[in-house]
């Protein structure tokens, strides 16, 4: 058995204990290491130097001290209740409007993003918040929670986002730019959502009445307590950016602020900033884990020489790169019927990324197309939160949601589907909507 036949079998492996539910950290690092091991010729000896390496190779690197940084950040936010003047505020601008709430609870999903970097989280926090409201006002149940499923995908699409920040780091691209490249395409799927719901509260106006008017007066108050949320969100992203600080020192600022944020004007207390430490130290273990399970298996396949075979392969089968991008595409909208977000990134980027840069596509120069490439993954890999059979914002949202059928969840959230591939269609044939900022604003 030739060693590229031994990394496909390596990851129908994989994939076969995903199916049985082993969580995807553990698989991968279970089969890279037995991979490894068998393609070295069975001796220990080299599978034990690797691993006395891999792990302090890893999370000795100083640029992931930014993804606990970014999740404390988040876990304010959630704990300090910045989540309900978000969603007041834009209540407050849009609710008298029809299906004007569920377009709030959208936006507030955008504006929480912004501060969380986490869809789970934001969708979670959000539904919490804007649920209730939904469901007083007489949202049908379909759309009320597939509005909240799909906004909660903007937490990784608006910057920061984890899952950016994971590819920065596999691909050696820029974190800054990264998250300046994302912004449009964020608010473009914040716009497309909302357009969404218009559109199917002007098809049933009875699915999302109109809420009351809300005084200009109390509209600016409201805009008043969010403003400090934008100042950290501009401050973290310009500040990267523009290279004041890097993304570390940009996440230490940023998690601060929001921990005096929710102290003053969320009441947080003791119990909140323990809270705030406990679900930080989960998530980040948990993210850890998965790296180490991916630098494993990355590490078996490179041996194995199949990521070099197929995309020596893929540059001479004579497909266009249109088409090529296109199956990967749909790749990752089949994965993720498997994984999150994150475990597709880690798995991916080693496989795709050599392809993708070894292709033409429309004269882009790689640096560019790097950063065109991540934000496409980004937009394609959020799907995977909202499609079944996994889609666990759906999930999120319709356990919350008591009432409400999940098959009635899953049928609310197509609308919000066809709006994403539509997104990754613009995005796919014009990259200046990811790029734009990047060159206008080229630090």
Excluded at 134 to 144: E, V
Excluded at 169 to 192: D, N, R, Y
């Amino acid at each position: 058995m030739s060693g590229t036949q031994i990394g496909f079998l390596m990851f129908a492996v994989m994939m076969g204990l995903l199916v049985i539910r082993i969580p995807i950290g553990i698989a991968m690092f279970t089969v890279g290491a037995g991979g490894y091991f068998f393609l070295s010729g069975c001796e220990l000896q080299p599978l034990m130097a690797t691993l006395k390496n891999l792990a302090y190779a890893r999370l000795s690197n100083y640029d992931l001290v930014v993804i606990p940084l970014f999740l404390l950040m988040g876990q304010f936010a959630t704990h300090g209740g910045l989540s309900n003047a978000l969603f007041r505020c834009v209540s407050a601008f849009m609710g008298h409007r029809k299906g004007g709430i569920a377009m709030a609870a959208i936006g507030a999903c955008a504006g929480f993003g912004a501060i969380c970097g986490s869809s789970l989280a934001t969708a979670a926090t959000m539904g919490q918040v804007a649920l209730p409201e939904l469901r007083r006002y007489g949202y049908s149940g379909s759309l009320a929670t597939g509005c909240l499923a799909a906004g909660g995908t903007l937490g990784i699409m608006i910057p920061p986002s984890v899952p950016l920040v994971i590819y920065a780091i596999l691909t050696q691209e820029s974190i800054g730019k990264l998250f300046m490249a994302a912004v449009l395409p964020g608010i473009i799927a914040m716009l497309g959502y909302m357009i969404v719901v218009r559109i199917l509260t002007t098809i049933n106006p009875a699915a999302g009445p109109a809420g009351p008017s809300v005084p200009w007066s109390e509209r600016l108050r409201s805009l008043m307590l969010v403003t400090p949320v934008l100042i950290v969100f501009v401050v973290v992203i310009v500040g990267i950016y523009g290279g004041w600080t890097n993304p570390t020192e940009a996440a230490a600022i940023g998690a601060a602020a929001c921990g005096i944020l929710a102290v003053i004007t969320g009441g947080m207390r003791l119990q909140g900033v323990i809270e705030s430490a406990v679900g930080t130290a989960q998530a980040t273990a948990m993210i850890f884990l998965v790296l180490l399970g991916a630098d494993m298996l990355n590490t078996g396949l490179a041996v194995s020489q199949m990521p070099t075979e197929l995309a020596t392969w893929v540059q001479n089968c004579g497909l266009s790169p249109l088409l090529i991008m296109i199956m990967i595409l749909l790749i990752y909208i089949f994965l993720g019927c498997v994984m999150d977000s994150l475990a597709m990134i880690l798995l991916t980027i080693p496989i795709f990324y050599p392809i993708v840069m070894g292709l033409n596509y429309w004269g882009l120069a790689p640096e560019d197309k790097s950063i065109w490439f991540g934000i496409l993954a980004l937009m394609v890999v959020e799907i995977g939160l909202v499609h079944p059979p996994v889609g666990m914002n759906v999930y999120i949202i319709n356990r919350l949601a008591k009432d409400v059928p999940l098959t009635e969840t899953f049928k609310g959230v197509m609308p919000f589907l066809f709006s994403d591939f539509v997104r990754i269609a613009l995005l796919l044939f014009f990259p200046i909507i990811s790029l734009y900022l990047v060159h206008t604003f080229q630090p």
